[in-house]
């Protein structure tokens, strides 16, 4: 058994330096080898269909893919890229049928999510579509702020299609809050929303944080003041708000927003706030020029 590992190994191993030469055949044939030497090697049978898929060999990679998924039905990779090969020949309830099954074993990923909604778009299925990139913004947060810009710019075009002209408007301003290349777009947009919706309390949020960016602290006060006003008990307003007052240079006022933020916070988000809050603390007690504070 040792001795069919190994060999099963090398193989798989010489067809990645092949694959690596752009050498196709050689990496191919050496899969084969694997495969003949251990027929339930998953990961040589799905390697080759990879390849196959690279090549557009798209039926002998379904028939890989199926390979797999006969010895492993809940492979969530196999599931993925057998999703891909049946929407590249044409078949969308087979390709949604593995993707919706992939998202059971995964149900936080963002590229599973964001491939079905665009399955369930292409099928006119518009409400799902919408839903899966909800699901994936809220997984992605704004860590990963590239992924983050796609998917609101995409979600943006289907609430458009949806008549959700206040929806697509405040996705396209998120979308170019994160790009940060277009800030003055992006408060216009903030304030067509409010114009729409002057209860929304995330829009002014985001106003204000756009404001904050441009440094104009003013405007970023008063913004924040509004989404604490109609959201009292989000902590988000309060940071933002500090921050324009430490940079207008009233740490005051700073700390004691900071202190209700960090009141309001989870335990992850206070404890991302206590060093700033020891920051303003001790700048209190030493001077009256205004610290660097970032958030």
Request: aromatic share 6%; no cysteine; hydrophobic share 40%.
């Amino acid at each position: 058994i040792t001795f069919r590992h190994n060999l099963v190994e090398g193989f798989i191993n010489r067809a990645v330096a092949h694959e690596h030469k752009e050498n196709f055949e050689q990496a191919l044939a050496d899969l084969a080898q694997a495969i003949q030497t251990d027929p339930k090697e998953t990961r040589a049978l799905l390697y080759r269909a990879k390849l196959q898929a690279k090549q557009e060999n798209w039926q002998a990679a379904l028939t890989d893919l199926d390979a797999v998924l006969k010895l492993d039905p809940n492979h969530s990779d196999a599931l993925r890229n057998r999703a891909e090969a049946w929407l590249k020949q044409g078949d969308d309830k087979k390709a949604l049928a593995d993707l919706t099954k992939a998202l059971e074993q995964e149900p936080g990923d963002t590229s599973l999510l964001t491939m079905r909604a665009e399955v369930y778009y292409k099928r006119g299925n518009l409400e799902a579509a919408l839903a899966d990139y909800t699901a994936a913004i809220e997984q992605v947060g704004s860590e990963t702020e590239e992924d983050a810009w796609r998917l609101y710019a995409r979600r943006a075009v289907l609430r458009q299609e949806n008549k959700d002209t206040t929806g697509a408007i405040a996705d396209d301003s998120q979308a170019m809050l994160l790009d940060s290349k277009d800030l003055e777009g992006a408060i216009r947009d903030f304030s067509a929303v409010i114009e729409l919706a002057a209860q929304d309390a995330a829009a002014f949020y985001n106003r204000g944080l756009a404001r904050l960016m441009k440094e104009d602290f003013e405007g970023a006060i008063e913004d924040n003041t509004r989404a604490i006003a109609l959201a009292p008990e989000d902590a988000d307003p309060y940071i933002n708000r500090a921050v324009a007052w430490q940079r207008k240079k009233e740490p005051a006022k700073a700390l004691a927003d900071l202190e209700q933020a960090i009141d309001l916070a989870d335990s992850d988000l206070k404890e991302k706030l206590s060093p700033m809050h020891a920051q303003l603390l001790d700048y209190l007690k030493k001077t009256t020029t205004s610290p660097p504070l970032s958030r």
